[in-house]
């Protein structure tokens, strides 16, 4: 029972603090935590603000609604406007109280509905339940004779003098009279207007607070409200509006909306900011023109409705260009483009679904894609392979008889797992320089890997193959082998990939996962890309000792001993079944894949701090060969280092240019049996670069046993065993 009411207590505490950093699009806790405080400097409009964020809650929370969405404060912070604003609009009484209590309740009831009704064209709600709310309010109000509204000299008068009763009224508005430039004082007072104050003071702290918090965010913000002041400027509109009935919170609201976290920030989402701020300023203006004769105020409604309007637009695009949408809400804009540029440097040419050579051992390509020979015109994209030997002859003794080459009768191998959708043996093999032009293809089969994506692997020997139509095989299987049927002159494996299952269709590029490549006597490790014409390629194997090591299945524990600590660190799956690694002591999780031939972790969420991280960074991305100096290279996304003094020019810029880079490389430099290993030991580096110029440098040994992995740094050592 103590522990429930502690779990619903942190709840509330979370959504509450959580609900003001919303208003800012954020979910950073020291900084709501500041916007809290700030609102509480004038403490009657602070008591609403919080009043109305505590009710909201607790009705989700009895009513059964996400307790994800009460934590977040994604239905409280409407509830703090409504809440402010009440007390700001109304002198407090008992009527008051009254008032108050069903226009939260009224909110909330928005907020719900807003939502359902918003959430299938994938927009947000913005402010429109605030904005609804006091609109119901403001329409209302003067039918009930009790409620007494704070008029423009009550607010001069009586409600001033009770302010000034404070003790740090005074120095709340110290600053109200400094001379400052003219866009800086209209900005710092629209900043303050936020929570219904004009202090000078309250805007320099939100100001800061936010700089602090988002250099892009403060940016964008700052865009959106000079272009407004600039807009007002041009068109003769009297600047002081701008501070009243939180008309250039719009434009603040708008700058941070489109600019830094609907869109992930670059420099069309910069442009649009700039571009689109006048038809804000217009359809503020026009709306607020057609609503003032009813006496209503619009508020941000404004923002809200062309925010919606643009995310809805280009939602409807089929090809995502310019405006890219987060795949993960980071609530940070940094964080966002620095996953976002680091997914794309990674993975963003990578293929999902890999596939390996059809063959073992190494074979030699004979003709490669759009070869002169046969590869031509929509039938190009294909690859012809021969067993060569260090002459670069494809048979021994007289070449005379199909048994003379080298790749005759070979095993041709499943280069992914599939269907097998056709089989054709019907041709015999030919003696050699003889071809069967009416069966061009020979005996073939297709292999049906995903609804769309075939294999066909040609000129196969009569009568070999060992699967039959239907079967399910699994990447590696011996399908049947290496033959001369067909229009092939002497024995070799012609393979394709295609969209459609017919024998022969049209070619499809499409790269292969991992293989070795030896050309101009250099071999290299190649990933996602086409063996090329006259280089010899073979499959990467992978260690039976390091596929166990580096097996990450669900329900394992990493058992680490880190500076004389242990750890568990259990392994766990998502909800959308991604696989991690969990640091219960520092709330940290290393996201990670194994394909059978690379190991390497896709994202850390947590503390720098963490033994985690240092797994993480050291064991970031290796090959689970037993292939010495085979250098495998990566980087490191740029949220947890930056060189020193270097951080926030790099935010500022980070939409524009990445400068910073943090590089990574691991080589397996030590084996003690190439066949049977039973220790394996990987030397990896991060290089973390600025304008080019190395900043830092660190190496790690990472030595992999039968039943362990540890890692060593320069003067520390991380034991792990997989338990």
């Known amino acids: 029972m103590k522990s429930q009411i502690q779990s619903i207590g942190e709840l509330h505490l979370n959504g509450t603090i959580n609900s003001y950093a919303q ?17 509480m400097l004038d403490y009657r409009l602070g008591l609403g603000g919080l009043t109305a964020v505590v009710l909201t809650n607790l009705m989700a929370h009895l009513l059964g609604f996400s307790k994800e969405k009460i934590r977040t404060g994604l239905y409280g912070f409407n509830a703090v406007f409504i809440g402010i604003s009440m007390v700001y609009k109304f002198h407090v009484n008992p009527a008051l109280f009254v008032l108050f209590f069903f226009s ?17 064209y994938k927009v947000p709600i913005l402010t429109l339940p605030f904005v609804f709310t006091l609109f119901v309010v403001d329409l209302s109000f003067k039918t009930f004779t009790h409620i007494q509204p704070i008029l423009p000299f009550d607010r001069f008068t009586i409600v001033l003098a009770e302010q000034m009763k404070v003790p740090w009224y005074n120095a709340v508005h110290f600053f109200d009279n400094t001379e400052i430039p003219q866009m800086l004082y209209f900005y710092l007072k629209t900043m303050a207007s936020i929570f219904f104050t004009d202090s000078i003071l309250v805007g320099v702290i939100v100001v800061i607070a936010l700089l602090f918090h988002s250099r892009i965010k403060s940016t964008v913000a700052f865009l959106g409200f000079f272009f407004a002041f600039v807009t007002s400027k041009m068109m003769g509109v009297d600047i002081q509006q701008l501070t009243q009935n939180l008309a250039g919170v719009n434009y603040i609201f708008w700058g941070m909306a489109i600019g830094s976290f609907f869109i992930i920030p670059n420099a069309y989402s910069y442009l649009l900011v700039v571009g689109l701020t006048p038809v804000l300023f217009l359809c503020y203006t026009g709306i607020e023109n057609l609503i003032l004769s009813m006496g209503l105020s619009l508020y941000t409604l404004s923002f ?7 995310l809805f637009i280009l939602r409807q695009r089929s090809l995502n260009r310019f405006f890219v949408f987060p795949y993960i809400q980071y609530y940070n ?28 051992d190494k074979w ?16 190009g994209k294909a690859l012809d392979f021969v067993i060569t030997d260090e002459e670069g002859s494809t048979c021994f003794g007289r070449c005379a008889q199909k048994d003379d080459f080298y790749c005759y009768n070979k095993p041709v191998l499943a280069p992914a797992d599939g269907y097998v959708y056709t089989i054709s043996n019907i041709a015999g093999d ?11 293809w020979g005996n073939t089969i297709i292999i049906n890997h995903l609804n769309g994506l075939y294999t066909q692997i040609s000129h196969l020997k009569k009568d070999s193959f060992k699967v039959r139509t239907g079967d399910f095989v699994t990447k590696g299987t011996v399908v049947a082998a290496c033959g001369n049927s067909g229009r092939s002159p002497e024995p070799h494996l012609h393979f394709q990939v295609q969209l459609t299952p017919e024998i022969g269709a049209a070619t499809h590029p499409y790269p292969i996962g991992y293989f070795f490549e030896k050309a101009k006597g250099k071999q290299v490790l190649r990933i996602g890309e086409v063996p090329q014409e006259n280089s010899t390629a073979w499959n990467v194997v992978a260690s039976g000792l390091l596929l166990d090591a580096f097996e990450a299945k669900p329900g394992k524990l990493l058992r680490v001993k880190y500076n004389g600590e242990d750890f568990l660190w259990p392994v766990a799956t998502d909800a959308y079944n991604k696989t991690y690694i969990y640091c219960r002591k520092t709330k940290s999780m290393a996201y990670l894949e194994n394909d059978g031939t690379m190991f390497y972790f896709t994202d850390f969420e947590g503390k720098k701090s963490s033994p985690l991280y240092l797994f993480y960074r050291s064991c970031f991305k290796l090959l689970l060969s037993c292939e010495k100096e085979i250098p495998v290279k990566d980087f490191v996304p740029l949220t947890k280092e930056h060189p020193t003094g270097t951080r926030w020019i790099q935010d500022l810029l980070a939409p524009f240019v990445i400068f910073t880079r943090i590089k990574y490389r691991s080589e397996l430099i030590e084996v003690d049996n190439m066949h049977f290993p039973e220790k394996v030991v990987y030397l990896t580096q991060t290089n973390t670069v600025s304008f080019h110029f190395k900043n830092r440098r660190k190496e790690t040994s990472v030595t992999v046993l039968k039943n362990s992995i540890e890692i060593h740094f320069q003067n520390e050592k991380l034991c792990s065993d997989w338990a």
């Open 23 to 39: 208003i800012f699009f954020s979910q950073d806790r020291w900084y709501a935590v500041i916007l809290l405080t700030v609102s």
């Open 104 to 120: 939260v309740i009224l909110g909330f009831m928005l907020t719900i509905w807003f939502e359902t009704l918003l959430s299938k």
């Open 304 to 310: 809200s409705l062309l925010s919606i309007l643009v």
């Open 333 to 360: 804009p940094e964080k966002t483009v620095y996953k976002n540029v680091n997914y794309m440097q990674r993975f963003g040419q990578e293929t999902l679904f890999k596939i390996q050579l059809p063959f073992l």
């Open 364 to 379: 030699t390509v004979s003709q490669g894609y759009d070869g002169a020979i046969t590869h031509l015109g929509a039938w």
């Open 430 to 440: 030919n003696e050699i320089n003889q071809v069967d032009t009416r069966k061009n």
